[in-house]
T-cell receptor, first 114, second 112 residues
Framework: ETGVTQSPTHLIKTRGQQVTLRCSSQ?????VSWYQQALGQGPQFIFQ???????GRGNFPPRFSGLQFPNYSSELNVNALELDDSALYLC?????????????FGPGTRLLVL | RKEVEQDPGPFNVPEGATVAFNCTYS??????FFWYRQDCRKEPKLLMS???SGNEDGRFTAQLNRASQYISLLIRDSKLSDSATYLC?????????????FGKGTMLLVSP
């Protein structure tokens, strides 16, 4: 196993609600990236946190936000949920090494928005 | 045009068969290349990195052609346990961070 954990494993919400997903990175890793994987698609990059700062973002609206804590664990928050937000949310941790780092994925959180 | 394109399959092959997957990428600034494997309802797991010189890991051979922006994966002597979705992935360095861009994946079904 990768040592990356995510919670909860599954979640059901309704449109307009807010959700917080959590990720604990592998020991020694200081970078967490979040991805959204819709059914039948590959994972899409949401954003990346390095040493508690967002240092990169994909093509996702501001209602997707995040945090990274001093222990390098991370949260993904999604406000004003839409039906299309239903997906598998994956976090990946890595140890920054000039762009050569390997990302290790957690098992993901399955979010269903009704 | 998608940044990483793959044939979604599914590829249905019998045990013991050889199967090849192809992938093209559009951004010439892509620096590193990978194949990930994803089992149903699980997270992606790194299968192997891909180098221009070609590289092999047991029954798996990966190849990169930077001039054609083309990546391939060859699986020899397919096993039932190889059934999964294979994701072609490129990494590109942006200002201060690197991102992974995934293809949609190619589904492989190996039957007895």
């Amino acid at each position: 196993e990768t040592g990356v954990t995510q919670s909860p494993t599954h979640l059901i919400k309704t449109r307009g609600q807010q959700v917080t997903l959590r990720c604990s990175s592998q020991s020694g890793h200081n970078t967490v990236s979040w991805y959204q994987q819709a059914l039948g698609q590959g994972p899409q990059f949401i954003f990346q946190y390095y040493r508690e700062e967002e240092n990169g973002r994909g093509n996702f609206p501001p209602r997707f936000s995040g945090l990274q804590f001093p222990n390098y664990s991370s949260e993904l928050n999604v406000n004003a949920l839409e039906l299309d937000d239903s997906a598998l949310y994956l976090c990946a941790s890595s140890k920054a090494s000039g762009g050569q780092e390997t990302q290790y994925f957690g098992p993901g959180t399955r979010l269903l928005v009704l | 045009r998608k940044e990483v394109e793959q044939d979604p399959g599914p590829f249905n092959v019998p045990e013991g068969a050889t199967v090849a997957f192809n992938c093209t990428y559009s951004n010439s600034a892509s620096q590193s290349f990978f194949w990930y494997r994803q089992d149903c309802r699980k997270e992606p797991k790194l299968l192997m990195s891909v180098y221009s010189s070609g590289n092999e890991d047991g029954r798996f051979t990966a190849q990169l052609n930077r001039a054609s922006q083309y990546i391939s994966l060859l699986i020899r002597d397919s096993k039932l346990s190889d059934s999964a979705t294979y994701l072609c992935v490129v990494r590109r360095r942006n200002s201060g961070y690197s991102t992974l861009t995934f293809g949609k994946g190619t589904m492989l079904l190996v039957s007895p």
